[in-house]
């Protein structure tokens, strides 16, 4: 079987867990920790990391370190994974669901800006409310989808315009860069006010499970560690707010160290692979079958194709099953927010590109130890799927 995106874990992996046990130093505090965060704060060019047992977990302290609080309202694109969802309603708050961008897959910038001016308004304590609900606006949350990021001045001037907080769920985005309007590429740390990281199993690093969140305004990632340490204050049982606990693992940043030592090679092969399937599928564009997009420095976390206009799911994943049957896994992928059972009464924009999308899209095996062989069998069987 050609897997769908497996872990990749030939490298320091094995050695840095026997470390662990070796000197006992398995929980919340050991070397691993803090040269992980140290890695992937260089990575995302950042003042710091603060690593988390998942991105979820991530997201959930790095809303609540912007302020994010009980009955608010954040906006979040319809299509993300549920859990950047759910890291908002565990803060109590409500997701506002908006419509991406059909060339990037990211949350539409202009969009946004269009929704808040239509249905918010200023009160007298300053902050931005929803008229019809009379919810707070408390942040926005743009996904970066597949390694995408988007127009991220555009949100930042959105976001300064408005005061407020941009907190970037960059869950699967690790080794993207940003192209900005000068043309210059940077990392993303600094494009929003927190931004958050997944290492699950599927993503292009992974730690097992794990998260961190990276920024470049230090008051603020402080009060995120603070927060994932139960906000302990030492050397005592001293305790100054409603804490939590979700500091990663020694454990857990051991692999994620090793795996963090290859990722530049990670991320090109992830790009490689898009790209040999769109050279090499690319006859299928003449029935209507498009690629995954990409932006300037997208990391490609996952490849694929795109079925035409009109598909259903059902017709998606019958072509899934058939590849499975030659060997290939392949998978459909997230069903937007808004159709899902416990979002279905939120507020929401139009999302008709979102709706329009989500039941064409077909994942190709991606995983960084893929060989030239095995891209040349799904490309085999993908072509003979559609002859
Ligand atoms: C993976 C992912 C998450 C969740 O991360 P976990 O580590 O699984 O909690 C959140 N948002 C997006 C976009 C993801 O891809």
């Given amino acids: 079987m050609v897997h769908l995106a497996v872990p990749n874990l030939c490298g320091n992996e094995k050695k840095y867990l026997d470390d662990c046990i070796d000197t006992t130093f398995v929980s919340s505090v050991g070397e691993y920790v803090n040269k992980f965060e140290d890695m992937v704060a260089e990575a995302t060019d950042s003042i710091r990391a603060v690593a988390t047992c998942s991105g979820t977990?991530?997201?959930?302290?790095?809303?609540?370190?912007?302020?994010?609080?009980?009955?608010?309202?954040?906006?979040?694109?319809?299509?993300?994974?549920?859990?950047?969802?759910?890291?908002?309603?565990?803060?109590?708050?409500?997701?506002?669901?908006m419509d991406i961008a059909a060339d990037d897959w990211c949350l539409n910038p202009r969009l946004v800006r269009e929704?808040?001016?239509?249905?918010?308004?200023?009160?007298?304590?300053g902050e931005l409310y929803?008229?019809?609900?009379?919810?707070?606006?408390?942040?926005?949350?743009?996904?970066?989808?597949?390694?995408?990021?988007?127009?991220?001045?555009?949100?930042?001037?959105?976001?300064?315009?408005?005061?407020?907080?941009?907190?970037?769920?960059?869950?699967?985005?690790?080794?993207?860069?940003?192209?900005?309007?000068?043309?210059?590429?940077?990392?993303?740390?600094?494009?929003?006010?927190?931004?958050?990281?997944?290492?699950?199993?599927?993503?292009?690093?992974t730690c097992g499970g794990g998260g961190a969140v990276v920024g470049v305004e230090e008051s603020f990632l402080e009060h995120v560690h603070h927060l994932t340490t139960t906000a302990r204050v030492w050397p005592d049982y001293d305790f100054d707010e409603v804490g939590f606990n979700y500091r990663m693992t020694n454990i857990q940043a051991a692999v994620g160290v090793a795996q963090m030592e290859r990722l530049d090679s990670f991320i090109d092969v992830k790009r490689r692979v898009r790209k040999y399937y769109e050279e090499n599928l690319c006859i299928l564009r003449?029935?209507?079958?498009?690629?995954?997009?990409?932006?300037?420095?997208?990391?490609?976390?996952?490849?694929?194709?795109?079925?035409?206009?009109?598909?259903?799911?059902?017709?998606?994943?019958?072509?899934?099953?058939?590849?499975?049957?030659?060997?290939?896994?392949?998978?459909?992928?997230?069903?937007?927010?808004?159709?899902?059972?416990?979002?279905?009464?939120?507020?929401?924009?139009?999302?008709?590109?979102?709706?329009?999308?989500?039941?064409?899209?077909?994942?190709?095996p991606c995983s960084t130890n893929i060989t030239e062989e095995e891209m040349r069998k799904v490309v085999h069987s993908v072509t003979g799927v559609f002859e």
Wanted: overall charge neutral; hydrophobic content about 40%; glycine content about 6%.
């Fill in 115 to 125: 929704e808040i001016e239509n249905c918010c308004e200023r009160r007298s304590d």
């Fill in 130 to 205: 929803h008229k019809d609900t009379n919810q707070r606006v408390a942040a926005i949350m743009p996904v970066y989808t597949l390694g995408n990021i988007p127009n991220m001045e555009e949100f930042k001037k959105l976001a300064e315009d408005l005061g407020i907080p941009l907190v970037a769920d960059a869950a699967c985005a690790i080794g993207a860069t940003y192209r900005d309007t000068k043309w210059n590429d940077v990392q993303f740390g600094s494009l929003a006010d927190l931004s958050v990281l997944s290492f699950n199993g599927n993503k292009t690093i």
């Fill in 286 to 364: 003449k029935k209507g079958i498009d690629f995954f997009p990409t932006t300037d420095g997208s990391s490609c976390w996952f490849s694929g194709i795109v079925l035409p206009k009109g598909t259903v799911l059902k017709e998606a994943k019958a072509i899934c099953a058939r590849l499975k049957e030659d060997g290939i896994e392949t998978r459909t992928f997230w069903k937007p927010v808004h159709l899902q059972k416990p979002y279905k009464d939120c507020s929401m924009s139009d999302v008709s590109v979102s709706e329009d999308l989500w039941q064409r899209i077909i994942t190709l």
């Fill in 57 to 97: 977990t991530g997201l959930h302290v790095a809303l609540t370190a912007v302020g994010v609080k009980y009955n608010d309202l954040v906006i979040v694109p319809t299509f993300t994974f549920i859990a950047s969802a759910n890291a908002i309603k565990h803060c109590g708050a409500e997701p506002w669901l």
